[in-house]
């Protein structure tokens, strides 16, 4: 078939040319009735006996009707076409059109209604991922540039705050800026951009510094586009100002050598201790003196193992790995047994007071973090008090329970409460410490759902608040510790040499402080690994068996596991220098009825020990 030239003015072909390119159509009254309708799509979601006869505005929703009725009543008023767009929502699907409305005649006008919702998406994604770099750039403080090898002159913008502000656009010739940078980097700098303008790929970073009015900023530069022309070279890249990331690596440095510095100090000073007195003890004969070299020796051991576990947690916390295990907690016994633990840890002079609290509140917790932070806060008093009291307590409030531990001490000064929980940093560097303590703290009670804060005045005291969510607990609480009850001297002294213990432990030094702890009150049997601890128990069968977890051949839990199916009554106690909450699970699971940590006191051991055998 011919087509004719003038196709777009022939009559005969206008409905087919509509049809293929025309809007939907709605041809309108003046008082809103859709007197025609013409879909360009057969699916159109509007029907045609649904709309002619019917007000059009009430086919739409009711804010997109709101503002094509005023467009329309404009229309009509002036004549003049409108184009707009519009945002249609339907249950859960979101559609954009541009209707124009032109004036047909005095008493009509024609809606030209077009589905752009493809091309509206791809725009609003568009401007979601500039806002997104945007915002990426301010956090960054990140800006943009550009170079042009045959004028010599820099332009760019963005969020650095060196040279210009926000996206303002700066330009200035290289020679200025080579005028700014600091004289020890402008020769890596020259080269590093004739580098760029010269060699046909180059896809290095540099950093370097700036020197503006005295004060030394640190940028990094990368270029990431070249363009090439007959008689230049356009590159375009990305600027960043790091003086910030700079000094605070520097000073993540700085604290971290501080912090490796004290801990030589702290660690070095309770082993000096341990060494001297271990010596002293064993070389006099005065009973008075050795009970004081022994004591002595206990608070040096207790310190030391404060360190290690302080270095744990702090592990913990940066590999994630910090557990939390949640049970019923009665309050006051866990006040309780912080007042036991850190009353004779006071200096001189000081009272340790637990005050009035509810004795029957209980929560869902974690105890052993709960205690942590006690004995945190607690352990901190006790340095910094040297008269006075230390009390603590706590009260429902609310929906959380408030504690608190206030001292009559020194004081912080006031330029170190608001980075008292920050890591590494101590309120008085002459006092012993590594300054994780009140870090822990905050981050145990933080992962608990609580807050902590601190009021303080120096030569006045110190209050510590923090909270913890209430949880009621319902029914009974089954009680999952005891107390550590020192052994009477009677129960300390009674042997029970017709009872074997099974010392499973590969380290000899090891197996010794056991057998100077409990051999002269029961038979032991030592076992240099795990096959052997099974054939031994095969062999003595033990009352009870003390199983070390990392040794030879084969470990503590492959043995536990073993004897378990040799016995399922024979109590094991697991004795080991694996701390995290997973190597206990583990234990638990091999079949081991009781975990204790090393090191462990001669009192821990022999009640464990008591507890088990007087079930027998």
Not at 295 to 302: F, G, P, T
Not at 429 to 451: A, C, E, P, R, Y
Request: net charge negative; hydrophobic share 35%.
């Amino acid at each position: 078939m011919s087509i004719p030239n003038h196709i777009l003015h022939d009559k005969q072909y206008a409905d087919k040319i509509l049809e293929i390119t025309a809007d939907t159509m709605f041809f309108v009254h003046r008082d809103g009735t859709c007197l025609d309708f013409k879909p360009n799509t057969p699916d159109f979601y509007i029907k045609r006996e649904e709309i002619i006869g019917k007000n059009i505005f009430s086919y739409f929703p009711a804010e997109a009707s709101h503002e094509m009725y005023e467009e329309f009543v404009k229309v009509l008023s002036d004549g003049k076409p409108s184009a707009r767009n519009y945002k249609l929502i339907s249950g859960n699907e979101v559609k954009y059109y541009k209707c124009i409305i032109s004036k047909y005649d005095r008493d009509h006008l024609i809606f030209q209604y077009r589905d752009i919702t493809g091309r509206s998406v791809v725009r609003l994604k568009l401007e979601k991922k500039q806002k997104d770099l945007r915002e990426i750039e301010k956090a960054g403080r990140i800006g943009l540039w550009s170079y042009d090898s045959s004028t010599q002159i820099f332009t760019y913008s963005g969020y650095t705050q060196i040279l210009c502000n926000e996206e303002e656009l700066k330009t200035i010739s290289l020679n200025e800026y080579m005028d700014n940078i600091h004289p020890d980097d402008k020769s890596k700098f020259r080269q590093w951009l004739y580098k760029y303008v010269e060699e046909a790929e180059a896809n290095d970073t540099i950093n370097y510094k700036l020197l503006i009015k005295g004060k030394t900023i640190n940028m990094r530069i990368k270029a990431y586009h070249k363009e090439v022309y007959t008689q230049r070279t356009l590159l375009e890249g990305y600027i960043q100002n790091t003086s910030d990331i700079v000094w605070k690596a520097e000073h993540s440095n700085q604290l971290k050598s501080a912090f490796l510095a004290n801990m030589s100090h702290e660690i070095r000073t309770p082993l000096n201790a341990i060494l001297g007195f271990s010596r002293i003890i064993a070389e006099t004969d005065n009973a008075e003196e050795r009970l004081q070299y022994y004591d002595i020796v206990e608070k040096n051991n207790m310190r030391l193992q404060e360190l290690i576990n302080e270095i744990l947690d702090l592990s913990k916390i940066e590999s994630g790995m910090m557990e939390f295990n949640y049970a019923p907690v009665y309050l006051h016994t866990l006040c309780d047994d912080v007042k036991n633990t850190y009353c004779f840890r006071c200096q001189p002079g000081v009272e340790l007071v637990f005050e009035k609290s509810d004795e029957l509140l209980a929560t869902s917790t974690d105890r052993n973090r709960l205690f942590q932070v006690f004995s945190n806060l607690i352990g901190n008093a006790t340095k910094f008090t040297s008269k006075g009291s230390i009390r603590f307590g706590y009260k429902l409030a609310e929906k959380d329970i408030e504690f608190h531990v206030t001292d009559t001490g020194s004081g912080i000064s006031a330029d170190k409460v608001s980075k008292i929980f920050d890591r590494f940093i101590m309120a008085n560097n002459q006092v012993q410490g590594t300054g994780l303590g009140l870090s822990i703290s905050k981050i145990i009670i933080d992962k608990l759902g609580g807050t902590i804060s601190v009021e303080s005045r120096e030569g006045v005291g110190t209050t510590f608040t923090f909270t913890i969510p209430y949880h009621p607990v319902n029914g009974e609480i089954a009680v999952t510790e005891e107390h550590v009850r020192p052994l009477s001297a009677n129960e300390d002294k009674t042997a029970h040499k017709e009872i074997t213990i099974l010392v499973a432990e590969d380290y000899q030094s090891n197996y010794d402080l056991i057998a100077a702890m409990i051999g002269k009150i029961y038979r032991l049997v030592h076992a240099h690994d795990g096959m052997e601890a099974i054939q031994l128990y095969d062999q003595c069968k033990p009352a009870l068996i003390l199983m070390d977890i990392k040794m030879p051949n084969i470990d503590g839990l492959d043995a536990t596991r073993t004897i378990r199916e040799m016995s399922a009554d024979i109590p094991i106690i697991a004795v080991s220098a694996f701390a995290y909450d997973k190597d206990k699970a583990a234990a638990f699971e091999s079949g081991c009825n009781e975990f204790l940590t090393k090191p462990i006191s001669a009192d821990l051991l022999k009640n464990t020990i008591n507890k088990y055998l007087k079930q027998n």
